[in-house]
């Protein structure tokens, strides 16, 4: 990887340029470079790997302030993750999880609290709808199913509302919608919530733990991926260089920033949709595309980490896991090392609370994460030895996590410009995924399909 | 380790529960299966399920027809669920016992299973 300085002021040519050193435009990088073709990455960032983000505790813990499990059926960025070296472990997921609804603090055992029964089988019940609905959105156009316009007409919220009897079930199916989106239910279209769960495989797969999306972490951190690809392609990415225009013609297309210009003759647009919609285009993209970039926002989250000298509710019988009706923090996990000290607990604030939380006082919010942690684990989790917060809204290149969903009517009405490439110009990133879209998975399957339609393009 | 008649006891008494949950009935109305169940410990305990309309209809020992669906895993695990005293989705069941079909099949199974656990 080449540093920031010698980046300065550079006027580049390659074959394809590709703009976004995340997984996704690493991926495209990597497969293109394979091809014989000549590509180069510039990325306005310090470092690659776009959400996911490795940063180590005061104490070297490594601690993942972005994107970080991996779980079955995600085979393309385990594929990766084995070319490159990327060891994973297994997050820590023994003995019983922790439900606090109405002031009160319960434990039980798997994906879904069984508390009070009834809940409990209104919340299966609107799980099983909503996967069966969920097979009938066509991954590579949801925007056909038989009752796309009639879903993406309303939100996941309304389907709750209207759906789902009891009040608690309605209150976990929303707190699920947080947690798999870091928006609120109210915030995305229904059609939207089907297809994000058709692509990967079902709620199982995106709520579970062991045999879901949580179950395995990286050793070095999910950051060591993108880093290890990164430096596999060593100088052809190009590090603290933001790109601000794009410019295409009859002759090639250039992308140019203050430190670097590069010409080529095809580009990877690599980064999320909403940040896409602020590069200035020349000549300027149709509004159909623009008016899709306009419309499809990023979610809201704090990831919050606390290390203990160990982690003491293992010995407890915990897992770490909770789900909780208040407080900013209601999702939490063990979040501890492969080694298992220190312990670590990791917390999320998301959507409305996140934008709550947001605006407060870090000293406030911290009180507040840390009250959460108190509630549900007892005194000695709200005195952590170092308490770590990373909200992705205030990330100038990301803006938001995990990922930019579709408010409603947004696929039925622009849908079909997400992927399609505009003259020289193809775009990447989790959101154009069809499997695992919103998850790293879904990245690497972008750069891959990206690559492959540049390589038609270039007749390679 | 459960034997195959322990085996076929429970699952004789899970089809019952089955049969009684209006739940079951209501929520999987329309769901048509053939079952295959193996203990993977425990030599010829295979068993048979079919399902019809939603309703689990019968069990039956060996295996019989082409199966929708094929559950597998060690005896004692497969019975603790049969009788309903262990979370078909707890987290260690999650890994112990494993279904194979389509989507669809194993979907309207978990929330079957889970039913019949939660009394509904």
């Known amino acids: 990887m080449q540093p920031a300085a010698q980046a300065r002021s550079q006027v580049r040519r390659a074959q394809v340029v590709i703009v976004g050193a995340g997984l996704a435009g690493l991926t495209a990088a990597r497969t293109l470079v394979a091809a014989g073709v000549d590509a180069l990455v510039v990325e306005a960032r310090d470092r690659a790997g776009g959400r996911t983000y490795t940063r180590p505790a005061s104490d070297g813990t490594l601690l993942d302030l972005g994107g970080q499990w991996i779980g079955p059926t995600q085979d393309r960025i385990a594929a990766l993750a084995a070319a490159v070296g990327a060891d994973t472990f297994s997050t820590y997921d023994t003995g019983d999880n922790i439900s606090f609804r109405d002031g009160a603090r319960a434990t039980y055992n798997g994906a879904i609290p069984t508390v009070d029964p009834l809940i409990s089988g209104d919340v299966i019940e609107a799980l099983l709808n909503l996967n069966m609905m969920s097979q009938e959105v066509p991954l590579d156009a949801p925007w056909q199913a038989a009752s796309a316009a009639e879903w993406d007409a309303q939100t996941a919220a309304t389907w709750i509302r209207d759906n789902v009897p009891s009040a608690g079930a309605r209150q976990m199916l929303e707190l699920g919608v947080q947690a798999v989106f870091s928006a609120e239910a109210r915030d995305i279209s229904l059609l939207h919530f089907l297809f994000y769960t058709h692509s990967a495989g079902g709620l199982r797969n995106l709520l579970g733990v062991t045999g879901g999306a949580q179950e395995r972490r990286f050793v070095r951190g999910a950051q060591s991926v993108a880093n290890q690809t990164a430096a596999e392609l060593g100088e052809r990415v190009l590090l603290s260089a933001p790109i601000y225009t794009v410019t295409q013609d009859e002759r090639g297309v250039t992308v140019a920033g203050d430190t670097v210009s590069v010409t080529a003759e095809r580009a990877i647009i690599a980064i999320p949709p909403p940040l896409a919609g602020r590069l200035r285009y020349a000549p300027a993209l149709p509004g159909y595309r623009d008016q899709l970039t306009q419309r499809m926002p990023m979610g809201s989250v704090y990831k919050v980490h606390c290390l203990y000298d160990a982690p003491f509710w293992r010995e407890e019988g915990l897992t770490g896991q909770v789900s909780s009706d208040s407080g900013p923090v209601r999702i939490t996990f063990d979040n501890s090392p492969p080694a298992g000290t220190p312990g670590v607990l990791l917390g999320f604030i998301e959507g409305d609370e996140a934008r709550y939380w947001g605006r407060r006082p870090m000293e406030e919010r911290r009180a507040a994460a840390l009250a959460c942690f108190g509630r549900y684990f007892g005194e000695r989790a709200a005195a952590p030895q170092e308490y770590v917060e990373y909200s992705w809204a205030e990330e100038e290149f990301s803006r938001g996590c995990y990922a930019a969903y579709m408010p409603t009517g947004v696929w039925t009405a622009y849908g079909e410009a997400l992927r399609e490439p505009i003259g020289r110009i193809h775009w990447a990133g989790t959101e154009t995924a069809t499997i695992w879209n919103g998850y790293m998975d879904g990245a690497v399957q972008s750069g891959e399909r990206a690559a492959a339609e540049v390589l038609a393009a270039l007749g390679s | ?120």
């Open chain 2, 1 to 120: 380790m459960a034997t195959k008649a322990e085996l076929r006891e429970a699952l004789d008494d899970y089809v019952a529960r089955a049969q009684a949950s209006e739940r079951v009935r209501k929520t999987l109305k329309g769901w048509n299966c053939v079952m295959h169940i193996q203990a993977t410990d425990v030599p010829d305990a295979e068993f048979t399920a079919t399902i019809q309309s939603g309703e689990l209809l019968s069990v039956e020992d060996g295996l019989h027809g082409a199966a929708d669906l094929i559950v597998t895993g060690g005896s004692e695990d497969l019975a603790k669920v049969f009788w309903g005293e262990e979370n078909p989705a707890s987290n260690y069941m999650q890994g112990a016992i494993q279904s194979r079909g389509s989507q669809d099949d194993v979907m309207r199974l978990d929330a079957m299973a889970m039913f019949i656990y939660l009394g509904q």
